[in-house]
């Protein structure tokens, strides 16, 4: 026979009770949506700042063909007073092909000779002192009346707004995710109680203060909620890592953006790491405020 | 209360559950320190009721009950604790915890009193030997009879050395050597001073304990 004496004494609380177990896999699940929602809003936000600033990095200056133009003369025209322009870093012609490969998904294969295809001129500009557009524009239009500019402005918005939209959404679902896991937790947590209602009783009816029925339940509970919270961001940081593997070296901005969950810059990784650590924490504090109050409840009930 | 005082003064007392009818009426009772006695009757009569009276868990619907000098009715909730650890109460379903073992359930009472198990072990091992368990003391309560459930259940009660003992069927799951042996236990606390009252319907323990019987008959207390 063991000797009773010189074992730790067991919670006065049963851990292993059913409506206690029943506690601890909602936690998890619960935990575990709000990581993925977590994720899904750092993913969304990585993945648009990724395209934008793709789309701001370039802007493509588009001559038009028309007869008794001399194209060549044109392009380099175009070519002088863009590398001239303050804010552009870099300014390419793109050879004739380029322009037909962008038509192919409209028109197949076409012989380049036969269509009055426009000629590209890529220009890489400093994203952070931009050249003037309106000028660059004004000037184009003045000395190669059949250039135009395209600053990819109105793709840059759109996506913004794309990118918004996700975001809200994101944030919408972590919500309803945050506040599904609150209700739930709650009436776990009331469950837990009401099957440690017979405990409470003898222990008060033994004479335990309150304050040592407490101190028993917060433990119960705070072990549940950390393991439980901390299972949810495990299971959470495995399915980044998933996503990661998947991604593999695709260079897409989705891809990246999963890379980046698990390798983001410094700071990203901080306010990242920071939100996921917050999820066990709070569904620990939410369990522990519950159970408080529904004991504090029970107690003011017994005579 | 002084030491002399009444240990449970229960003057003109009624009880009744909500809105039903008086379980107990007009209930007078004065035990002092080391009394004993034995609360007779039949199924229904009120024993349990009144115990649960006296153990604190319910509060008269009129009349007084002091306990220690102490009417119940005014007590406020952070003195119940301290009252109630004066009490050793032998429940008629035992209320063990299945979830602990029987060491740590007849330990419990002092565990809630803040006591660490180096300073009981020893003398709860000494009382679940007395009452014939210490062979199962790491045992859970769902893995014992009836009889060694009573035998955990009064263990817990007097393991506080309480000055009232409150029993409610304490020898009614025990064969008669055990109950014999349990009765001791209990009259020894009676003879260091600590006031009795037990439930039962079992004639032979109260001749055997040569105690004063109180018989209840439908809410009411007569002197047996």
Redesign the interface.
């Known amino acids: 026979?063991?000797d009773?004496?010189l074992?730790k004494?067991?919670p006065?609380f049963?851990h292993?009770?059913a409506p206690l177990r029943s506690l601890t896999i909602t936690m998890a699940v619960m935990c575990y949506l709000a990581c993925l929602a977590i994720g899904a809003l750092v993913l969304i936000n990585q993945a648009a700042s990724a395209w934008t600033q793709g789309i701001s990095r370039e802007v493509t200056v588009q001559i038009r063909q028309r007869s008794g133009a001399d194209m060549e003369q044109e392009l380099a025209q175009a070519l002088t007073i863009l590398k001239a322009a303050p804010g552009v870093v870099a300014a390419e012609a793109l050879d004739k092909s380029a322009g037909a490969k962008l038509l192919e998904p409209w028109l197949g294969k076409v012989p380049l000779d036969e269509l009055p295809v426009p000629r590209l001129i890529r220009v890489t500009i400093n994203e952070t002192s931009p050249p003037d557009y309106k000028a660059l524009e004004k000037q184009l239009a003045k000395q190669v009346p059949d250039a135009s500019l395209d600053t990819h402005r109105r793709w840059q918005a759109e996506l913004s707004r794309m990118a918004h939209a996700l975001s809200l959404l994101a944030v919408f679902v972590l919500g309803l995710i945050s506040l599904a896991s609150v209700m739930l937790v709650v009436f776990a947590a009331r469950a837990v109680l009401e099957s440690n209602r017979?405990?409470v009783?003898?222990?008060?009816?033994?004479?335990?203060?309150?304050k040592?029925i407490s101190r028993q339940n917060d433990r119960q509970f705070l072990a549940t909620g950390l393991i439980a919270g901390f299972a949810g961001l495990i299971a959470g940081l495995i399915t980044f890592a998933g996503l990661f593997y998947l991604g593999g070296s695709s260079t897409d901005a989705m891809a990246e953006a999963g890379r980046s969950l698990v390798f983001a810059p410094a700071a990203v990784e901080l306010r990242v790491g920071a939100a996921l650590v917050l999820v066990p924490i709070a569904a620990t504090l939410i369990a522990l405020w519950t159970s408080r109050i529904t004991l504090s409840r029970m107690?003011?009930s017994?005579? | 209360m002084s030491e002399g005082g009444n240990v449970i003064e229960l003057q003109s007392v009624a009880l009744r559950y909500g809105t039903g009818p008086e379980i107990l009426r007009d209930v007078n009772l004065t035990l002092q320190r080391g009394d004993l006695r034995f609360l007779t009757g039949a199924s229904g009569a009120g024993k349990s009721s009144l115990l649960r009276l006296l153990f604190l868990a319910l509060k008269p619907s009129r009349g007084n009950a002091l306990l220690f000098g102490r009417n119940v009715n005014n007590l406020a909730i952070s003195e119940l604790p301290l009252l109630r650890r004066r009490l050793g109460v032998v429940f008629q379903d035992f209320r063990l915890l299945d979830h602990l073992s029987i060491f740590e359930n007849v330990a419990l009472p002092l565990r809630a009193m803040g006591q660490k198990p180096a300073a009981y072990s020893h003398d709860v091992l000494d009382l679940l030997d007395w009452v014939g368990l210490k062979g199962r003391a790491t045992d859970r309560p769902d893995t014992l009879s009836g009889g060694e459930k009573q035998r955990a259940a009064i263990a817990r009660a007097v393991v506080t050395k309480p000055d009232l003992i409150l029993a409610d069927e304490p020898t009614g799951n025990v064969d008669p050597a055990m109950g014999k042996r349990l009765l001791r236990l209990i009259l020894e606390l009676n003879r260091q001073g600590t006031t009795v009252l037990l439930a039962t319907h079992d004639e032979q323990l109260i001749q055997q304990a040569h105690g004063k019987a109180l018989h209840l008959e439908s809410g009411s207390l007569k002197a047996a």
């Open positions: 026979m063991l009773p004496a074992e004494p067991s006065v049963p292993g009770a017979g405990t009783e003898v222990l008060a009816l033994m004479g335990a203060q309150n040592f107690l003011r017994m005579p």
